[in-house]
């Protein structure tokens, strides 16, 4: 079977695919508990993925994706793992990573701080010597970095991946995975002209095969309203509408009602026609994930917001799914990480090792199609 694991780390993310033929791909990471502070009930983000790596008799991990360049999704990092580009992050005891995958802005953003100038630096490290990285977007976005670099771009097309395409080296068939990519992407104008929207997260379907039956996970990253609408328009004129439908979907920025519409709502957010679109796109049993601090009462000025939450709430009930926040799971008071298996029968979701006991939810995702 197949896992995704969600870690309680407060307003941040990073969730764990581990595959049935044994691949380990970390999506995001952002160790955010204070150590210093023994009420905080934040997991410790490197133990937990120390421990995942050894359990799988490993010092390495497949792909490490980070989504965009906020510290919520990268904090922590350059003190876990083992960076190429400069020997004081090069250790036995770092993990090493054989790929990551960043959004071109991570290359070209100049206004980077703290832990994303180490990650900006790794990056470029690694696709100047063409080695472990893939870059999602064009090529061409990036003409001027590598003008400035003295490098022929044409010869690093093979380290790009664009929006409408499966990252290259996973098979459905024979890895039991794959990576449709929405995001970052382009628009043409009317006159025919591109328009980078290179700015944008991460954001892809992900794919997991077991035996015949194949369920889809959506990683979205802090996606706004106003890219769910153009990732829609483009999906749509493409005809893949399957590729937006999911079984699992990890929400974008912590529950924040602008991922939804420009407005909050008194009770529930509202979202856009193109969002409601999208989040219909479930099947029986889905389970969304609010990667966020427990869902507030109150009205908040930053997420989670409890407008959206309703929303979300709401919208399960008619897939008969569950809406879930990685800080509420499985209560305030002691939040642990998130497991979801997939299996030949369907998803379900299990509490992790790290409590009691064993937890199966009495909601099993049925089979769909």
Known sequence: MHKVTFYPIGNADCCLIETEQG???????????????????????????????????????????????????????????????????????????????????????????????????????????????????????LKSWFDNEGLDINEYSDFFVDAGKLVPGFDLQTDGIEFFVHSPFALRQDDGTLVERNECSIVMQVCLRNAEHISKLMLSADTTWEAWEEIVNITKYHMNNFRLNYDAFKLPHHCSYLSLSDEKGSEKTKPKENVDWIFNQANPGAKIVATSDPIPCGDTDQPPHRQAANYYKDLMKNFDGEFIVTMEFPKVSKPEPIELTFEESGMTLIKSSYGAGPYISSKKSPRAG
Do not use: C
């Not at 510290?71 to 054989?98: C, M, P, T, V």
């Not at 990551?100 to 994303?116: H, N």
């Open 23 to 141: 691949k380990l791909i970390l999506v995001d990471y952002a160790n955010m508990r204070d150590q210093n502070d023994d009420a905080d009930v934040r997991i410790d983000l490197e133990n937990a993925i120390r421990n995942k790596v050894e359990a799988a008799k490993r010092n390495d991990i497949d792909v490490q994706v980070f989504t965009h360049g906020d510290n919520d999704h990268y904090k922590g990092f350059s003190e876990l793992f083992y960076l190429e580009h400069a020997a004081k992050y090069q250790s036995d005891e770092r993990i090493k990573l054989n790929e990551i995958w960043v959004p071109a802005a991570i290359i070209s953003d100049g206004d980077l701080e703290d832990e994303g100038k180490i990650l900006r630096a790794e990056a470029r490290y690694r696709l100047k010597n063409k080695k472990g990285i893939r870059v999602f977007s064009r090529p061409e976005t």
